[in-house]
């Protein structure tokens, strides 16, 4: 296992974090000029927000990554939970907590239904994913006989939790408020730093990513730690989905969550996160995310008129940025090569 995968300050590393940070950058200072409304508190408030939502499925969907895996069920896994909390709430008459702790239940359980699918089954994680993708929202749709589930004007204080927002001392913010989703990101961010980067779970993670054989013959239970790297991304990707339907308010189980892993895979993939596993970096996942949102809200701010290729824009946008970490890539490669001779 090379030393390189489990620092996220080594040359690879750090070269790929400034690259998808300063791609950030470009396009927040052109949609700046381009747009007066983008520095508006509002919209600053929304591009944060929507960073902590599509943040959270990010890092969880990072963990199945860095194993080499990929899970494309995460939209639909969003939209069981995000159409189930409403249902459960106010056409079953649960309480909030038996509500909460069920739908995070299903989502945990649907990770371990993978996890045993692909270690057990030796099923390809594209094939079992993507028959997740198209029965847990063809089970949404049934449950919910396809019609829209809300919260109406219930449940308010539940709600806070995606649409309040966190005091800031003084007027050093002006007129920004900051979102309680972004505090929620953090958390999961920070723990998710610590035990990808600071415990053995981690590491052992990242050395299934980089070579699952010589991990297994090291000694490493690849099967449980596969499975639990599922388990993680579509319980992130369950709590996405309360968050999700708590900011908005209602959910149509035909559209809820429609492409939403694939934000949270390029997101992943932008923030360093290799597909051929063994790779990974959660702040540069964060980034990632943020990108996504800016690149969405400059569409919508400077260029209106493109909305309808939004994501054949979005689609070029990834192909550069995963283009110039091949290019970096190779790059840091051959001067370690060239240092080492």
């Not at 990072?62 to 896994?77: M, Q």
């Not at 079992?128 to 449940?155: H, M, N, P, W």
Request: aromatic fraction near 8%.
């Amino acid at each position: 296992m090379r030393a390189n995968r489990l620092n996220p300050f080594s040359s690879l590393e750090g070269s790929k974090f400034l690259g998808i940070f300063s791609l950030l950058m470009v396009i927040c200072i052109y949609t700046a000029i381009s747009s007066d409304r983008f520095l508006l508190a509002a919209n600053l408030e929304n591009i944060v927000h929507r960073t902590a939502l599509f943040g959270i499925l990010s890092i969880g969907v990072a963990f199945v990554i860095v194993t080499g895996g990929i899970d494309l069920s995460i939209g639909s896994v969003v939209c069981l939970t995000g159409v189930m909390l409403p249902f459960l709430l106010t056409q079953c008459n649960w309480s909030v907590a038996a509500s909460l702790a069920t739908v995070l239940g299903a989502s945990a359980a649907i990770g371990l239904f993978h996890g045993v699918m692909i270690t057990k089954m030796r099923l390809q994680p594209f094939v079992v994913t993507l028959c997740g993708l198209l029965f847990y929202r063809g089970a949404a749709r049934g449950i919910t006989k396809d019609r829209s589930q809300g919260f109406g004007l219930e449940f308010t204080d539940l709600r806070s939790l995606a649409t309040g927002h966190i005091p800031l001392f003084g007027d050093v913010a002006g007129d920004f408020r900051l979102p309680a989703t972004t505090l929620l990101l953090i958390i999961i961010a920070i723990i998710a730093m610590v035990i990808l980067n600071r415990t053995v779970f981690g590491r052992y993670l990242f050395a299934i990513g980089g070579n699952r054989e010589a991990a297994r013959y090291s000694g490493i239970n690849v099967d449980r730690f596969t499975t639990s790297a599922y388990v993680i991304c579509s319980t992130l990707a369950g709590l996405g989905g309360i968050l999700f339907v708590l900011d908005i308010n209602a959910a149509q189980p035909s559209d809820f969550g429609n492409f939403y892993e694939l934000y949270a895979i390029a997101a992943a993939v932008l923030g360093g996160c290799s597909l051929r596993g063994g790779e990974g970096n959660i702040s540069g996942v964060v980034v990632g995310a943020a990108v996504m949102v800016v690149l969405t809200n400059t569409i919508n701010l400077v260029h209106p008129e493109y909305q309808k290729i939004e994501f054949a824009i979005i689609g070029g946008v990834i192909l550069a940025g995963v283009t110039a970490d091949a290019l970096v890539r190779r790059l840091v490669a051959s001067r370690n090569r060239a240092n080492s001779s």
